[in-house]
């Protein structure tokens, strides 16, 4: 069910209607959505905005979840997705978004505004897999905002085998340093 404070091109009012509605300050941009202008921009929010996206059968990872989860100010360019169900899936190519078809254990996903998000744990570990700037800097933001998932994501590299596993780990390692200097001074 979309949120009532969730408004999609071609539901109730036009694209056009929504960027006037924008212009006029009624509304802001969030995600694939728009929403009220005075609604407090949450998780849920968020996910919702991504609804059309991901539908029933995907999930949002990497940076898109690490933004649904409040570690980053913006939304990704391009959305990181991936199968939240079993069976395969036919995708039809999409330059917004970058598809990983491997399956999401249930166990790895929560439902926040309708929508499948991995974990804030599993989310820390999949970005600290990813050798890049923005996927660094999302992994330091994210351990800030949920502080509880950053030993879990330790625990869950250091018992699975994963590509990227020890740059992942010594990524991890490095931000629960910097957290315990913190709290030491």
Known sequence: MASPFLYFAGDRLSRA?????????????????????????????????????????????????????????????????????????????????????????????????????????RTLADLARVDDSAHARASFLLADAEPDALATAIARLESGVLPHKRAALARLHAIADRRQDDVTR
């Open 17 to 121: 209607e929504l960027t006037a509605a924008c212009l006029d300050g009624d509304l802001v941009e969030l995600g694939d959505a728009y929403m009220p202008a005075d609604a407090v921009e949450t998780a849920a929010l968020r996910a919702g905005s991504l609804a059309r996206i991901l539908g029933d059968t995907l999930a949002a990872t990497h940076l898109t979840a690490a933004w649904i989860h409040g570690a980053l100010p913006a939304p990704p360019v391009r959305h990181t997705v991936q199968r939240a169900v079993a069976r395969r899936l036919h995708m039809v190519v999409d330059r917004h978004l970058v598809y990983r078809d491997v399956a999401v254990d249930a166990d790895d996903l929560q439902l926040r505004g309708g929508v499948r998000v991995t974990t804030p744990a």
